[in-house]
Each structure stands twice: as structure tokens, then as C-alpha cells.
Nanobody, 115 residues
Framework: QVQLVESGGGLVQPGGSLRLSCTASGSGFRFYPVAWHRQAPGKQRELVASITSGGSTNYADSVKGRFSTSRDNTKNTVYLQMNSLKPDDTAVYYC?????????WGRGTQVTVSS
């Protein structure tokens, strides 16, 4: 069983930055790939970024160059650094991992970009 907890969301002005954290319970975290997804009101959940156990990353075109994800396995934590935020980035952000074919999700953290 893996539990994921997101934190770091909040209200930020356009052009601002936030850093989200996704902390996992249990051992073995360093072997897990982790993905960040987001869901805006009335829209489908979309994949934003992902990081493999080895640290390779991928990003959606909509966030490339503005968002970066990293991991600190000593803290069982994956980060999503979000810069140059836009109102369109407003959404609930979730982290997700798959272990032995089972998907685990956090409860999400709200990010609101507004002046």
C-alpha cells in the first residue's frame, strides 16, 4: 500500500511561482515513477509531468519550459516547480504512481492563478 500526499498549492498571481510536493509513505519509493496530473473545473484530468525512478523527466507541451519536476528519495518526495504561472494553470494538482500494476493517487492540492 502506498499513500501519497500533495502539498504546496495556493493562490498566486499570474507570472508567479509555486512548488508542489508529493510525499509518499513506505519504503521502496526510490523505485517508483511518479506523475503529476491536473484537473480544472469542467475539464478532463491531464498529465502534466512525470519522473522516472532514475530521474528522467517528461512534460506536457503546455508547461514545457515553465514547470520542472525533481525528486529527493531521502525524503520520499517528488517536487513540481511551477514558474511563470498562467490563469490556465488553475486546477487541482494530483500526484500518481504505479506499483505492481496498481495505481495510487493523492487527494490533490488546489492551485489558483488569479490577480
Amino acid at each position: 500500500q502506498v499513500q501519497l500526499v500533495e502539498s504546496g498549492g495556493g493562490l498566486v498571481q499570474p507570472g508567479g511561482s509555486l512548488r508542489l510536493s508529493c510525499t509518499a509513505s513506505g519504503s521502496g519509493f526510490r523505485f517508483y515513477p511518479v506523475a503529476w496530473h491536473r484537473q480544472a473545473p469542467g475539464k478532463q484530468r491531464e498529465l502534466v509531468a512525470s519522473i522516472t525512478s532514475g530521474g528522467s523527466t517528461n512534460y506536457a507541451d503546455s508547461v514545457k519550459g515553465r514547470f520542472s519536476t525533481s525528486r529527493d528519495n531521502t525524503k520520499n518526495t517528488v517536487y513540481l516547480q511551477m514558474n511563470s504561472l498562467k490563469p490556465d494553470d488553475t486546477a487541482v494538482y494530483y500526484c500518481n504512481t504505479k506499483v505492481y500494476l496498481t495505481d495510487y493517487w493523492g487527494r490533490g492540492t488546489q492551485v489558483t492563478v488569479s490577480s
